[in-house]
């Protein structure tokens, strides 16, 4: 069956530290998002891409990074690891067939902790 | 830009009641809103897409409302059951684009 994983499912890293989570699809969608969720913030868009070679900047992007290689994965990088990254992060995929039909299908989640 | 609320933030039902979660956002100009449930410790699951231009979605015991001219959708979840108790979120897209600005969600607990 086609999915969605995210790996690590757990993280502990130490700040200052680069750390890149994976991401990877299997149904061949067009789009894909990275999220982080937070107590009291719900969760907030850091970057996404509508195909290959294409990345945009989310609404909370500063000390992230993405790149779109192939139309399966989507790596997120923590350029210097900071407390305030600590979250749960979430990737997330969809198929661009017509406007206000993407689906948006969820990964289970990466748990980052930098100390 | 596009805000998305949830009220309440909580809510306690006995098994077998039917209730409403409301949602309202603030840009009408959505292509569409969906409704995820997301379990503890887990990621999100889909439960409803509801285009722009439709009013209703039904799946199962499961019914999402759009007005999009009053900025409002309701899931509405009929016979309650224990297995329904999990956080429900909703999310709109944003300004003519494919992302999804999402609410802080309301956490239902179905007692038996």
């Known amino acids: 069956d086609a999915e969605i994983t995210q790996s690590p499912r757990h993280k502990i890293t130490e700040t200052g530290r680069q750390v890149t989570l994976a991401c990877h699809q299997t149904?061949?969608?067009?789009?894909m998002f990275w999220y982080r969720q937070d107590l009291g913030h719900g969760l907030r868009l850091i970057h996404y891409?509508?195909?290959?070679?294409?990345?945009n900047k989310g609404e909370v992007s500063d000390g992230y990074s993405v790149s779109r290689s192939n139309t399966e994965d989507l790596p997120l990088t923590l350029e210097s690891a900071a407390s305030s990254q600590t979250s749960v992060y979430f990737c997330?995929?969809?198929?661009?067939?017509?406007?206000?039909?993407?689906?948006?299908?969820f990964g289970p989640g990466t748990r980052l902790t930098v100390l | 830009k596009q805000e998305v609320t949830q009220i309440p933030a909580a809510l306690s039902v006995p098994e077998g009641e039917n209730l409403v979660l409301n949602c309202s956002f603030t840009?009408?100009?959505?292509?569409?809103l969906q409704w995820f449930r997301q379990d503890p410790g887990k990621g999100l699951t889909s439960l409803l897409l509801?285009?722009?231009?439709?009013r209703e979605q039904t799946s199962g015991r499961l019914n999402a409302s759009l007005d999009k001219s009053s900025g409002r959708s309701t899931l509405y979840i009929a016979a309650s059951q224990p297995g329904d108790s999990a956080t429900y979120l909703c999310?709109?897209?944003?300004?003519?684009?494919?992302?999804?600005?999402f609410g802080k969600g309301t956490k239902l607990t179905v007692n038996p």
């Open positions: 840009d009408s100009a959505i292509y569409n």
């Open positions: 891409s509508y195909g290959v070679q294409d990345t």
């Open positions: 997330a995929s969809s198929y661009l067939r017509d406007r206000g039909l993407n689906e948006q299908f």
């Open positions: 509801i285009q722009s231009s439709q």
């Open positions: 999310a709109a897209t944003q300004g003519g684009s494919e992302k999804l600005v």
């Open positions: 149904w061949n969608h067009n789009n």
